[in-house]
């Protein structure tokens, strides 16, 4: 069995290509994956009593999803999109011409049609969603669900929770190919995980009867290292995630930030300003002089100067088509993120820095054996750190 989120969807997105499974966008590695047979998946949604009851439809912005839109718009549902990494918005509401034929709304149903005839919804918007569709990299009969990595759907979800848009018994369909849906173990799964009512294949219609509890709302304040947990960097990049925090504030509930936490503050700063630098130049390239590859050297993250106790993990054989998006997403899943982050893809590896010297050998330990792309990364403390202690 696989022993990570991160092993799964290696596992998943491999298998989708040598199969000739992978559909346009290629590759699929690092998304929902679009598949063969999607179409039809999709349109096993109009047969479900779920969707037939519901009057708002919210489906995914993936492509794999397509059909989902186009079913909803065909059975004159209201349709609700996100918005791409919730940048301008939660919701798009998805709004044909007058008399729109059946050609026009397959446009609509397309990426480029839920930017042309698409209106914003915000929180005032008193949308009351029915049916939540979204897309999957894995997915058991049990209803776990293993997303691409980047928590967007949990986080959707908790929004609309938080503002009263789904109910506890909002059911959720994921529509995935028929090798998607494997065994997961559940102590994979964190709270803020969304799960799945119904899975769509090409072949199968499954009801999971899944008894977990979907996420309550927003983790405001939860000292982790997930996506859903929010810090204040967070509330920059997604505006409607402040104003949302504002209206919890008002109705007296908790809002206070991970990187609020006095015993998290200076951790979450640090790593806080480490992820500018890497926003600004995500792929520096060696400088002169620098050690040949697979050479566990320890470049100065200026960041961290003059922080005595910084210890530091060399991390080797990255694959070259590995994004450093991928690599922090396998550093949450394992709870391993370290306070900076050294990428050098160029030269197939990266530098972790942690605060102290437990915490990088949890990291070492945790990243033995860890395989992304295909590569078995080469994990160790780096060169200078090796006769400490």
Known sequence: AASSKWDIREKVWEHLEASGLAEFPRPVRGRIPNFKGSLQACRSLGELEVFGRAREVKVDPDKPLEGARLAALQARKTLLVPTPRLRTGLFNRIVPPPGASKEMLRRCATS????????????????????????????????????????????????????????????????????????????????????????????????TNCKRPKPQGIMWHKASSIFIPVHSEMLGKIPILKTLRCREKQAGKDVTLQDE????????????????????????????????????????????EGCDTITTVYV???????????????LRELQVVPVGLKWQGAQHRAFLHYRDQGAAHRAVSSLQGLSLGGNALRVELAKSQRNKG
């Open 261 to 304: 936490h006095p015993t998290l503050a200076n951790t979450n700063r640090a790593a806080i300003s480490n992820k500018k630098v890497m926003a600004a130049n995500p792929h520096p390239q060696a400088a002169p002089g620098s050690a040949p590859v697979g050479q566990p050297h320890d470049p100065v993250n200026p960041k961290l």
């Open 316 to 330: 080797g054989n990255l694959p070259g088509s590995l994004r450093v998006s991928e690599l922090k997403s396998a």
């Open 112 to 207: 480029q049609g839920v930017r042309d005839y698409s209106v914003p919804v915000g929180l005032d918007g008193k949308a009351q969603v029915d049916l939540v569709v979204v897309g999957s990299v894995a997915v058991s009969e049990k209803g776990w669900r293993i997303g691409k990595g980047e928590g967007y759907a949990d986080m959707e979800y908790a929004m609309m929770v938080s503002m009263g848009a789904v109910q506890e018994d909002t059911p959720v369909v994921t529509i995935v190919h028929d090798c998607q849906v494997l065994d997961i173990a559940e102590e994979l799964l964190d709270d803020h995980d969304l799960t799945v009512d119904y899975i769509l294949t090409p072949t199968r219609t499954i009801q």
